[in-house]
């Protein structure tokens, strides 16, 4: 079975800009989470998304926001981006009802670059 | 508020010596914690999580962690690291409610012959 999915592998935006980020989890799961990882720190928790429906938010403004499908695909959208934007984007995906105690597996990332 | 602190920015070992990496946690309650290793290009793989009982865990690629609450730690430790264990290791609580996982800021592994 293929890992989770993300798409594109690199994106270079300049400032004002919007950006669309996209995550296929493994086949079966039913959750995703987005994190944000910023060059030198630790992935920091954005959205957890469960049969469609947000779980958990972290502590990011409303430029950010992000959906899941039907088909339990998810995309993370930025508006307005920033320059502390660029970062490396994490998707991760859990089979069960996405509460922490799952097993989280991880894509490989998108690195976002905001000139 | 939750928090996990790694205090070693980088560390450096020869391949075959022992390795023990740091990772100290705030925390209410009793935590659930995670240590995942990150590859240059590579998104994040689960080593070994703990949630309750034998405070010693095992986990993939020869590693253990020991959680000891008087010390609100979790060290995570191998006994030889070999030169592919050269990457980035974070620590990691869960938050209450189950849905966020709060990451320490990483340990970076150099393994020199």
């Known amino acids: 079975d293929a890992g989770v999915t993300q798409s594109p592998t690199h994106l270079i935006k300049t400032r004002g800009q919007q950006v669309t980020l996209r995550c296929s989890p493994i086949s079966g799961h039913k959750s995703v989470s987005w994190y944000q990882q910023v060059l030198g720190q630790g992935p920091q928790f954005i959205f957890q998304?469960?049969?469609?429906?947000e779980r958990g938010r972290g502590n990011f403004p409303d430029r950010f926001s992000a959906r899941q499908f039907p088909n339990y695909s998810s995309e993370l959208n930025v508006n307005a981006l920033l320059l502390g934007d660029s970062a490396l984007y994490l998707c991760?995906?859990?089979w069960g009802t996405g509460r922490g105690t799952d097993t989280q597996y991880f894509g490989p990332g998108t690195r976002l670059t905001v000139l | 508020a939750q928090s996990v602190t790694q205090p070693d920015i980088h560390i450096t070992v020869s391949e075959g010596a022992s390795l023990e990496l740091r990772c100290n946690y705030s925390?209410?309650?009793?935590?659930?914690l995670f240590w995942y290793v990150q590859s240059p290009g590579q998104g994040l793989q689960l080593l070994l999580k703990?949630?309750?009982?034998?405070?010693l865990v095992q986990g993939i690629k020869g590693f253990e962690a020991e959680f000891k609450r008087s010390q609100s730690s979790f060290n995570l430790r191998k006994p030889s690291v070999h030169w592919s264990d050269a990457a980035e290791y974070f620590c990691a609580v869960l938050v209450t409610g189950g849905f966020k996982t709060i990451f320490g800021a990483g340990t970076r592994l150099f393994v020199k012959a």
């Open positions: 998304y469960y049969e469609k429906e």
């Open positions: 703990y949630f309750s009982g034998d405070t």
């Open positions: 991760a995906s859990s």
């Open positions: 925390y209410g309650a009793t935590p659930y």
